[in-house]
């Protein structure tokens, strides 16, 4: 009796169940939707991707503006960590004076797959690479700004004291005697 069952729930498929016995793609018992055409639209799609300036454009300036769109972020770091001297604010202003040093070593490499377009035509990029070097700037005058806050930039002259030459006194007196 229960392997009549068996059969008959073997033969009796709901039209809701999937059969993932097969082997094969799936796709074949149902036809392929309005307007796609299967080999076609994976290949030119990632081709036009790949040769289209407009795009290569447009992910250029997004490097470009990269460093000017983490100035309000490190604004708010910097305003949180405070103008005491203590581990924390200093790591951060390091990290702030040392993260757009670097990137400004790395401005030809970071922009390379940019300079050179599809079929040899190459990409005028200079703009990107100004606005690219100008953020990095900003954050470095942020960090700064940051290290004057805090006291850490030598900017009153009490802080050149030991640079300056001892003051040559014009007249001594002694014991109320003028010399």
């Known amino acids: 009796m229960s392997s009549d069952k068996q059969i008959r729930s073997k033969s009796m498929k709901s039209p809701w169940q999937l059969d993932f016995s097969r082997s094969g793609g799936g796709g074949s018992d149902f036809p392929s939707p309005p307007g796609y055409t299967a080999g076609q639209a994976a290949d030119s799609h990632e081709s036009n991707r790949q040769t289209d300036p407009n795009l290569r454009i447009k992910r250029s300036w997004d490097v470009a503006l990269g460093p000017l769109k983490q100035v309000p972020m490190n604004l708010f770091i910097m305003y949180m960590s405070g103008n005491t001297i203590?581990?924390?604010?200093?790591?951060?202003?390091?990290?702030?004076?040392?993260?757009?040093?670097?990137?400004m070593f790395s401005v030809k490499q970071t922009f390379k797959q940019f300079e050179s377009g599809s079929g040899g035509i190459a990409t005028n990029i200079i703009g990107q690479k100004f606005?690219?070097?100008?953020?990095?700037?900003?954050?470095?005058?942020?960090?700064?700004?940051?290290?004057?806050g805090m006291g850490l930039l030598p900017t009153h002259a009490s802080d050149w004291l030991g640079f300056a030459d001892p003051i040559q006194r014009a007249e001594f007196s002694i014991g109320g005697i003028g010399l």
């Open 86 to 103: 203590s581990i924390f604010p200093i790591m951060m202003v390091i990290m702030l004076m040392v993260r757009p040093v670097k990137t």
């Open 131 to 148: 606005v690219f070097v100008l953020g990095n700037l900003a954050n470095l005058a942020l960090a700064m700004y940051k290290c004057h």
